[in-house]
C-alpha cells in the first residue's frame, strides 16, 4: 500500500508537468522540472539536519548564495588587469587578518587570565584590525577601478563550470565548520539566530565587496555545461534535421537545451539521494536519529552528540552548497540582491515539512510539488479570478480588488497546503519509517 501511495504521488507530479507542457509550453515545463531537481537537492540537504538530526537552520539562503559565489570563482575567466592592480595586496590582507586571529587565540591561550590577557587580545586585535584594512583598502579600490562597467573584479579561474558544483559544497562546508564548531552547542532557537544571523552576512558582503564577485552589478555570461541555443541554431545539421521533422528551430533548440540540464541534473539527484539513502540506513544514521529522539539517552550511551551534530550539520550545508551552484548555472549569472529567506529559505523548509521529515524520498516530492505550486499558482490564480469576476461591471472596486489580491496568491496556497498537512497527514505526505 505505501510503495502504490508512493508511486501514485509522483506519478501525480509528472502528470502536473506534463499537463503544464500541453497547455502552457514545454519550454515551461522543462524549467519546473529543471527548478524541481534542484529544489529537491535542497530539501534533502535540510532534510539531513532536521528530518534526521534536529538541527533548527534557518540559514539555507547563505549555504546557496555560496555555492553560487563559487560558480564565479571557478568559471568565470580571470581579470588580468585586476590581479595585477590589487590581487597580491588581496591575499596579503586576508593573511594578516589570519595571522590575527592565530595571534589573539594564542594569546588567550597563553596569557595568564586578568587583565593583562584582556588588554594584550585588545591590542593584538586593534592593531591587527589597522593593518589589515590599510592593505585591504588600497587593493580593493585598484581592483574595482579596472573597468567597472565590465568587470571591476578578479574574476575565476576559467575552469568548466561543472567543477563548480562540488567547490560549492565544498565553499558551504567550510562556513558550516565554522559556524558549527561556534554555534552547535546552543539550544535551538540559539542556533537558528546564529545561522539565520550569519546567511544574512554572507549575502550582505556579496552585495557589498565588488571586486568578490561584482556585488550588486551582477556576473552575467556563467559558462554553461550544455550547449548554447544559438550554437545549436547555427548547426546547418541541426537545423535540417529539425526543419525535416517539421519543428520550429528556436523551440526546439531551447527544448533540447533544458533537456539536457535535466539529465545533468537528474544524475546529481540520484547520486545524492543514493548517498542520503545509504546514510540513513547505516549504523550511523540510526545513531543520528537516537540523538535526534533523546539527546541525554545518546549521551550517557557514550555518543559525542556536539561532535555528531557538526558532522550532519557540515554534510547538509555542503548540498545545499552544491545546489547553490546548479541553481546559478542554471540562470546563467549571479545576482545577489534575488537572495531572500522567503525564497531561499522558508520554501525549502515548507518542501520537507510537506513532503514529510525524515524521509527522503518525501524530500524530493517535496522539493517537486511546492515549486511547481510556487510557480503555478499566480497564472492559475489569474485564471480563476477572470472567471469569477466575469460578470462583473469593469472598474468595479470589488473586481479590481479581486484581481489586485492574485499576486498574494503564492504565499496563501503554501500556508493553505501547510495547513492541510498538517492536519490530515502531520508526519507529512511519505513520512519516515
Known amino acids: 500500500m505505501t510503495h502504490s501511495k508512493n508511486i501514485a504521488l509522483f506519478a501525480g507530479i509528472a502528470g502536473l508537468i506534463i499537463l503544464t507542457g500541453f497547455m502552457q509550453s514545454w519550454n515551461s515545463a522543462l524549467l519546473i522540472l529543471n527548478m524541481g531537481l534542484i529544489s529537491a537537492i535542497m530539501a534533502i540537504g535540510v532534510n539531513l539536519q532536521w528530518g534526521i538530526a534536529g538541527l533548527f537552520n534557518v540559514g539555507i539562503m547563505g549555504f546557496l548564495a555560496l555555492g553560487g559565489l563559487a560558480?564565479?570563482?571557478?568559471?568565470?575567466?580571470?581579470?588580468?588587469?585586476?590581479?595585477?592592480?590589487?590581487?597580491?595586496?588581496?591575499?596579503?590582507?586576508?593573511?594578516?587578518?589570519?595571522?590575527?586571529?592565530?595571534?589573539?587565540?594564542?594569546?588567550?591561550?597563553?596569557?595568564?587570565?586578568?587583565?593583562?590577557?584582556?588588554?594584550?587580545?585588545?591590542?593584538?586585535?586593534?592593531?591587527?584590525?589597522?593593518?589589515?584594512?590599510?592593505?585591504?583598502?588600497?587593493?580593493?579600490?585598484?581592483?574595482?577601478a579596472v573597468d567597472p562597467a565590465v568587470t571591476g573584479y578578479l574574476g575565476g579561474l576559467g575552469l568548466p563550470v561543472v567543477v563548480a558544483w562540488p567547490v560549492g559544497g565544498l565553499l558551504a562546508a567550510g562556513v558550516a565548520w565554522?559556524?558549527?564548531?561556534?554555534?552547535?552547542?546552543?539550544?535551538?532557537?540559539?542556533?537558528?539566530?546564529?545561522?539565520?544571523?550569519?546567511?544574512?552576512?554572507?549575502?550582505?558582503?556579496?552585495?557589498?565587496?565588488?571586486?568578490?564577485?561584482?556585488?550588486?552589478?551582477?556576473?552575467?555570461?556563467?559558462?554553461?555545461?550544455?550547449?548554447?541555443?544559438?550554437?545549436?541554431?547555427?548547426?546547418?545539421?541541426?537545423?535540417?534535421?529539425?526543419?525535416?521533422?517539421?519543428?520550429?528551430?528556436?523551440?526546439t533548440s531551447s527544448i533540447l537545451v533544458k533537456l539536457n540540464y535535466a539529465v545533468l541534473f537528474a544524475l546529481f539527484l540520484g547520486v545524492i539521494f543514493a548517498m542520503a539513502q545509504l546514510a540513513l540506513n547505516s549504523p550511523w544514521g540510526r545513531m543520528m536519529r537516537a540523538i535526534r529522539?533523546?539527546?541525554?539517552?545518546?549521551?550517557?550511551?557514550?555518543?559525542?552528540?556536539?561532535?555528531r551534530h557538526l558532522q550532519i550539520f557540515i554534510l547538509g550545508s555542503a548540498i545545499c552548497g552544491i545546489a547553490g551552484a546548479m541553481m546559478t548555472t542554471l540562470d546563467g549569472q549571479l545576482t545577489p540582491g534575488t537572495y531572500q529567506p522567503l525564497r531561499f529559505t522558508f520554501l525549502i523548509w515548507v518542501m520537507v515539512i510537506v513532503g514529510g521529515s525524515g524521509s527522503n524520498l518525501g524530500a524530493v516530492l517535496g522539493g517537486f510539488l511546492i515549486w511547481f505550486l510556487w510557480v503555478q499558482v499566480e497564472p492559475m490564480g489569474y485564471f480563476i479570478m477572470d472567471i469569477l469576476t466575469m460578470g462583473m461591471t469593469d472598474g468595479s472596486p470589488l473586481k479590481e480588488h479581486l484581481l489586485d489580491s492574485v499576486a498574494h496568491m503564492r504565499l496563501l496556497t503554501m500556508g493553505v497546503v501547510l495547513l492541510l498537512v498538517l492536519r490530515f497527514s502531520p508526519r507529512g505526505l511519505i513520512p519516515e519509517k
Open 178 to 251: 565554522i559556524i558549527g564548531k561556534t554555534a552547535l552547542g546552543l539550544r535551538s532557537d540559539y542556533l537558528a539566530i546564529a545561522t539565520l544571523g550569519i546567511a544574512e552576512i554572507i549575502v550582505a558582503i556579496m552585495k557589498n565587496e565588488d571586486w568578490l564577485a561584482r556585488g550588486v552589478k551582477n556576473v552575467i555570461g556563467l559558462p554553461r555545461p550544455v550547449p548554447y541555443e544559438v550554437d545549436l541554431q547555427s548547426s546547418a545539421s541541426f537545423v535540417e534535421r529539425v526543419q525535416s521533422y517539421g519543428l520550429d528551430v528556436t523551440t
Open 71 to 144: 560558480t564565479v570563482f571557478v568559471s568565470m575567466e580571470p581579470v588580468p588587469d585586476a590581479w595585477r592592480a590589487g590581487g597580491a595586496g588581496i591575499f596579503l590582507a586576508l593573511a594578516l587578518g589570519v595571522l590575527t586571529v592565530v595571534a589573539t587565540i594564542f594569546a588567550f591561550k597563553t596569557l595568564p587570565k586578568g587583565r593583562l590577557r584582556t588588554i594584550g587580545m585588545l591590542v593584538i586585535l586593534i592593531t591587527g584590525f589597522f593593518v589589515y584594512r590599510a592593505v585591504f583598502d588600497p587593493a580593493v579600490e585598484a581592483i574595482e
Open 293 to 307: 529522539d533523546n539527546e541525554t539517552a545518546a549521551e550517557a550511551m557514550g555518543k559525542n552528540v556536539t561532535k
